[in-house]
């Protein structure tokens, strides 16, 4: 595969939660942008069973802000995601460390979402998984800050 410009790529375990979660967010946040350059969002996770429906309660989150998130199948994270990658946003400490570990060159593109986005006071994304719906709403307000952010610096870097 080619190197596409302007691959985002979200990061976490097993890609049913937070990393789907992320990427349809960033989605959602870049159409309300009239104008912007094209910007591919994908999301994989380190531990990842391939094509995993996202967790119930992550689609149920996502539906009440009117995101959609039902077609969404887990990816496990490969080499070839890891290369087309411009930027890799993780949830935790331990995906930044386990995937430079397994991917070396990712080291100057790989950061934590939170901390990226400038909210560097916690920077780790609550894992809602096995949680309550709840949870999965706190999460889903930690995304959509850190989201927001993360679009504006974006925008600016691509224009």
Same mark, same amino acid.
Request: charged share 25%; net charge neutral.
């Given at each position: 595969?080619?190197?596409?410009?302007?691959?985002?790529?979200?990061?976490?375990?097993?890609?049913?939660?937070?990393?789907?979660?992320?990427?349809?967010?960033?989605?959602?946040?870049?159409?309300?942008?009239?104008?912007?350059?094209?910007?591919?969002v994908a999301s994989a996770g380190l531990a990842a069973l391939d094509g995993a429906q996202a967790s119930?309660?992550?689609?149920?989150?996502?539906?009440?802000?009117?995101i959609e998130l039902e077609t969404h199948r887990s990816t496990l994270l490969n080499e070839d995601l890891?290369?087309?990658?411009?930027?890799?946003?993780?949830?935790?400490?331990?995906? @930044? $460390? #386990?995937?430079?570990?397994?991917?070396? *060159? =990712?080291?100057? +593109?790989?950061? &934590?979402?939170? !901390?990226?986005?400038?909210?560097?006071?916690?920077?780790?994304?609550?894992?809602?998984?096995?949680?309550?719906?709840?949870? @999965? $709403? #706190?999460?889903?307000?930690?995304?959509? *800050? =850190?989201?927001? +952010?993360?679009? &504006?610096?974006? !925008?600016?870097?691509?224009?």
């Amino acid at each position: 595969m080619s190197e596409e410009k302007g691959l985002v790529l979200f990061v976490c375990t097993g890609n049913t939660c937070r990393s789907p979660m992320a990427e349809a967010l960033l989605r959602h946040e870049w159409q309300k942008r009239p104008g912007a350059p094209e910007l591919k969002v994908a999301s994989a996770g380190l531990a990842a069973l391939d094509g995993a429906q996202a967790s119930e309660h992550a689609r149920t989150v996502m539906r009440e802000a009117g995101i959609e998130l039902e077609t969404h199948r887990s990816t496990l994270l490969n080499e070839d995601l890891v290369r087309q990658a411009s930027l890799i946003l993780v949830m935790g400490r331990q995906h @930044y $460390r #386990q995937l430079l570990q397994l991917y070396p *060159a =990712a080291s100057g +593109k790989t950061y &934590l979402l939170k !901390e990226f986005a400038g909210m560097t006071e916690n920077p780790e994304v609550a894992d809602p998984y096995g949680g309550t719906l709840e949870e @999965y $709403r #706190q999460t889903f307000k930690e995304l959509q *800050a =850190a989201i927001a +952010k993360i679009a &504006l610096h974006l !925008e600016r870097g691509l224009k």
